[in-house]
Structure formats: structure tokens, C-alpha cells
């Protein structure tokens, strides 16, 4: 991997980290004086570097998308990504970052400033989904990588990868779109809005200043039952909880009575310190603000500049939050130029999440196009 | 009207009251000394009184439906009701309740008890949607009214006028059920939980003992709009809102940047004070824990006992938190037993709230059945 005086590559286990040793411009001003972006790899970068895909990750997932020799725990991706699997790592060499601003390994709110030796908390720059593209860019230079053959871009990876595109539009020859848009729609915007709401009024966020002691545990309770709600549906939760009642939690004053609600509160309790309330709000915030159409007169317009040769845009027709003709307009926008473009709306019930969990359906959906494209 | 011993009604305005002079014993247990039902009536009731017809409301109404010419305000559902209007008070005698556990004038966790001098709060009894329908018969008893010509339920008032026909199956002629459901199901359950939870968690709810200096504002606010987001649809929004900016508040921390934010910002200022926590509390968990299928092997034998003539069934196709398939359910457990049951789902954008602003849906729907109900 080539160095650079103020570029070196580190690894920590399966974890790569790209070390940034000069300062990060971000897209709406601001500047960070140095950045490290976490990255994993698999499978083998061939001779002329032109077997490498690019996964751009959703809000909370790390770059461990697959389990590897060096890190056999399972990924957040784990049967889609691998040898023999639909994203085949016999001739593909996948690399999976951990997205700027987040907490799990790449530069965020989190991170340490080194002029001042503590957290940046709210003294981090303004993100935006442009800053995430640019910085996911970086990793693709150090490795050499001057064109993807598949930029795969799920739920805010999506947006990730479109903005990619905007900043160098023959950066992929084809893209795999998952459960994604090209903007915010107010649904979506109001739901993310009151999850950071519900955060930022827990007292004991106190301006962003929570210690390790004093967390804001009660606003990231909250956020992510609001997120659960909105990323699975309700006929899903029809067949799997319908009126069960719920013995694994003591019942509180006014709730826990039923299976959902223990669902809910298993999955909040996994999350609340697993994950940086700052990093939460700066990410969720970026993607309400972000706009591929910024500066086109329309959206469809706004795709013209793409040098893609296919693309495959999946949705799924219970997802409330990144809904089904959000997928179709991404279709619209790429086929109008010229674009091979290939909608398939899945009828999963898991919502938002089936791409995590309905593999039923999402293995053979990703794994013929993996096979078609060179 | 008969007044007796323990009972008589008094007037505020529009408002009657029912006071009841003698313990109400609620129907999982616990009881309290006396109680006061809120009502108003429109129309006059004829001689063999078998004009009448009944609202129970959804969670937050008052008694005040209609304008009237002690209350000229409009009502919470003044395009309904009225001379000429599609509940026609020229020719029918129609009784608006306040549900019981509610703070629009009935007697709930917010009143004060006779025995204490302070207001029940968390020493209420539970509350369930039984109660709500027995308390509501009270009035009718008051009234001298026998039969209903339609008991009329929208929202959580079809669940209380399901309850008050299990209680007395031949209460009804007709059914009117609109947007409403036989028992809550998950994804229900799983926005009123955690509108509760986003309540008892603020620290000024303090167990309960808020004061008027001192109230669980950030609870009421956060439960509000994920209230608002459950009621309306992501269809109806993206036509209204789109991705426009707002200038109404100041942005705040992570948010306040589109329109779709003030507008929910500002229906929950409008919530904050307005209603009661406990009894909204109490009021939301009665939704969720009545199951008109409960002591039934199944929820179409539930419906055998009851004697209606007719119904009609609304629902809404964008309608989340009381999904179409539950209104199909209601018809078909009524179809089952004889009723001529009519369901009609209509394809408004304004999901659960669509009968409280789809007039030109729901007005020729509602003014349809009831001129041919007798």
C-alpha cells in the first residue's frame, strides 16, 4: 500500500485505519487537523485494481461488515459478504468503511482533538454526507483504487455513494443501491428530528458535556425505540408479536406489558452505550440536510453527471422510512441518462431492516447482479 | 330529565354533567367514591326517545363535537355535526361524552378526590375502555335512553362503543366505527409505549406529583409528536412540507431546520398544557391492554353476541396505528353474525387524522349512512 509522509495505513486486527496526519476540510467549512478513517478488507485486490467494491455503511454499523481470519466474529453483513457468498470475496476484493463522524474506529465527535486533548463533542465541524464521501475517497487513494467496479451503498451508504458520484462521477462502473433516496422526505426527517430531540433533552446530555458517569441514557433509550419503530413495520410485528404479553423485563408504570415492548427495550439496551450520542446526532443530522439534487434544477437532473454503466437499485415495499419510490426516483434519475438501470422492490415485511435480516430474499437479489457485473 | 337520589345532572355553558353521587366501581378492580361525566347533546330527542345517537371519542377530545348556540365555538367535529350537516341535528337527538379517566370534564386521574382533597393522579384506579363504555352508559340511563339509533365511535371511541355493546348488545341499532379497531396490535402498542415511556421518564414527572410550576413539558412535548407522526401519513407530508425550510422558531441543537419540524413543533406547544399526563397515561394504556376478543376463542366469535342492524365500517388507507385490516376485521365479525355491515376504506393522505380533516371523504360517507339508518 503506497505511503505518504502525511498519509500511513495502521491495523488493528481486521480493523485498518487510514491515519490522516494533515488537516480535513469539510464541505460546509471547518477544518479537523488530522483524521483516521477505519476500514476492513476482504478477499484479494487483483493486479490492474479493478476487482474492488466499496460498501458505505448505514448510521451505526462499523467497517466489520464480514468476519474474516483475523476477525472471526460475525460482521453486521455477514452472509451477503464472503467466499462463495453473494458478494463473492474469491474475486472481489470488498473494503468497508467505518463512516467520518462515527464512533467506531473512523474520526468523529468522539475523537480526541490534538490540540486540546479532550473530545471534540460539539466543537466538531458541521457533516455532512458530502464529508463522509470524501473522507470513504481517501481510502480508495491510499489503496490505489482508481475505479470501483461496485460502489454498494445501503440506507445512508447509499446517499454516501451518491455523493461519491457527485464528487467524481466515474469513481464506480456500477452501483447497488439499497433501501435508499437522494434526499430526506419529511417522514423521515420528522422521525429523525424527535430521535435527536429526545436526546438533546435528556438533562443529562447537558450541552453535550455527558461523561462516562452521566449519560444521556434516556434520550438514547428513547432514539433508538423510535428507530426500531420506523426501520421494521407493522405486519411484521402482526405475525411475529401479535398481543403476546412479555415476561423478560419487570413491568414499569405504564408499559411492558406485551412482547413488542420487551423487543424494543432488548434493543435499546444493546445500544445505549454502544454507541456515541454526539456521533448519533451529527450522522442523523447530516443525512436530513443532504440533497443530491442541491444545484440541479431538479432531482432526475442532478443524475446527468454520473458515469456509471448499470445500476441496481433495491427497495422494499414495507419500508416506511426510505420508501419504495424513493428508490424508484433514483431509477428515474440514472435511467434518463442512459443509465442500465434495474429496479427490484422486495416484498419482505422487515422494512427498513429487511436488508439486514430477510437474506431469503436480498442473497440471490444482490448476488445475480454481483455475478453480472464486470 | 330523571334525576334521582345519587344522581342529577348540572350545566357550564354547552357542557352537562352528570354527577354521580355514589361509588363507580371500575372494572378491574378499585373504585371511587363519586364521579362526573361530561357531556353535550345537539338536537332534541323525540317522544318514544329513539332519535339518539352517541360519540364516544378518540383519546384527547372533549365533549364539545359541534358549535352550539350555548358554546358557538366550533367543535372537534363541526363540519359533522349540526342542522343540515351529515349528522343531521334537525332530525336526530345526538350525546357527545367525555370519555371517563379523561380531563376534559369527566371525572379522572386529574379531579380531586372527594376523600383526600387532592387530585387521584397515580391513585386512580386502573382504567380500562369498559369503563370508559360504562360511564358513557351512565348518561344514556340519565337520559331515559334505552336504544341508540347509532352509537358512533371513531378512533378509541370505536373500541369504548364495542365495549359498551358487549356490555349491552342491544344498545345500538346501528354501528358507526371509524378508524378504529377490536384490540391494539404491535406497531400500536409500540408508538403508545413509548409515548408513555417518553413521559414517566422525564424527571419532572416526578412519580406523578408534577406540579403546575413544575410539569413533565419534555415528556408531553416528545409524546405529542410522535403522536402527530402516527396520525398523519409520509404521503400527505410530502406533498405539504417537501423539504421546505421554516422560519417560524429559532433552530435549535440538531433540528428546527424544516417545515415539517414546526409544524409538529407547534402542535405539541398547543398538547403541552393542554391535557393531563396521568390521564393521558391512563387513557393510552386502556387502548392498548382492551381486546374485544378477550373470554372469545377468536375475535369473529366476539362479535356474536351483538345485536346491531347495521354498521358501518371507515377506514383509511394511509392509516398506520389503525390499519385498514382492522377495520376489514371488525366487518367481518359482524358480517358473520348477520349484520349488514358496509366497510368502506377511503384513500385519503391524512392517515389516522383523515376524519378530522378529509371532510369531503368523510362527510358524504357519514351523511350517506345516516340518512338511511333508521
Chains 1, 2 share one sequence.
Request: proline fraction near 7%.
Amino acid at each position: 500500500m503506497p505511503q505518504s509522509p502525511t498519509t500511513r495505513t495502521s491495523r488493528k486486527g481486521a480493523t485498518r485505519f487510514l491515519n490522516v496526519e494533515e488537516p480535513f476540510r469539510f464541505f460546509k467549512g471547518g477544518l479537523i487537523p488530522r483524521l483516521d478513517i477505519a476500514f476492513e478488507t476482504w478477499g484479494e485486490l487483483n493486479a490492474d485494481r479493478s476487482n474492488a467494491s466499496l460498501v458505505m455503511t448505514g448510521l451505526s454499523p462499523s467497517a466489520h461488515a464480514a468476519s474474516s481470519e483475523e476477525n472471526p466474529e460475525d460482521g453486521w453483513w455477514e452472509p451477503m459478504i464472503g467466499p462463495g457468498k453473494p458478494i463473492d470475496t474469491r474475486s472481489n476484493f470488498i473494503i468497508c468503511v467505518n463512516s467520518l463522524g462515527s464512533c467506531k474506529g473512523s474520526t468523529g465527535p468522539a475523537s480526541i482533538n490534538p490540540e486540546t486533548g479532550k473530545q471534540y463533542r460539539l466543537s466538531f465541524p458541521d457533516l455532512t454526507i458530502q464529508d463522509i464521501a470524501a473522507a470513504g475517497k481517501l481510502v480508495l487513494d491510499a489503496l490505489g483504487i482508481e475505479q470501483l467496479r461496485c460502489l454498494i451503498g445501503p440506507s445512508m451508504g447509499g446517499m454516501s455513494g451518491l455523493a461519491l458520484m457527485r464528487q467524481q462521477p466515474d469513481i464506480a462502473r456500477h452501483f447497488l443501491a439499497i433501501s435508499t433516496a437522494a434526499r430526506a422526505e419529511p417522514f423521515a426527517i420528522a422521525i429523525r428530528s424527535l430521535q435527536r430531540e429526545t436526546i438533546v433533552r435528556d438533562p443529562h446530555w447537558q450541552d453535550g458535556a455527558y461523561t462516562n458517569e452521566d449519560w444521556p441514557e434516556t434520550g438514547m433509550r428513547l432514539a433508538r425505540k423510535l428507530g426500531m419503530i420506523s426501520y421494521r413495520s407493522g405486519s411484521e410485528w402482526r405475525t411475529r408479536f401479535g398481543r403476546q404479553p412479555q415476561r423478560r423485563y419487570s413491568p414499569r408504570l405504564f408499559g411492558m406489558h406485551f412482547a413488542v415492548e420487551s423487543y424494543l427495550e432488548n434493543a435499546a439496551r444493546k445500544f445505549i452505550r454502544d454507541f456515541d450520542p454526539c456521533s448519533y446526532l451529527y450522522l442523523s443530522q447530516a443525512m436530513d440536510l443532504y440533497d443530491f439534487a442541491e444545484g440541479y434544477p431538479d432531482l432526475i437532473k442532478a443524475f446527468e453527471p454520473l458515469q456509471l454503466q448499470s445500476a441496481k437499485i433495491i427497495g422494499v415495499e414495507t419500508d416506511v422510512l426510505w420508501p419504495p419510490h424513493q428508490q424508484r426516483e433514483i431509477c428515474q434519475g440514472l435511467s434518463a441518462y442512459g443509465v442500465d438501470c434495474d429496479p427490484q422492490m422486495l416484498p419482505s415485511v422487515q422494512g427498513h431492516d429487511a436488508f439486514l435480516v430477510d437474506y431469503a430474499r436480498f442473497c440471490p437479489a444482490i448476488g445475480d447482479y454481483f455475478a453480472k457485473i464486470k
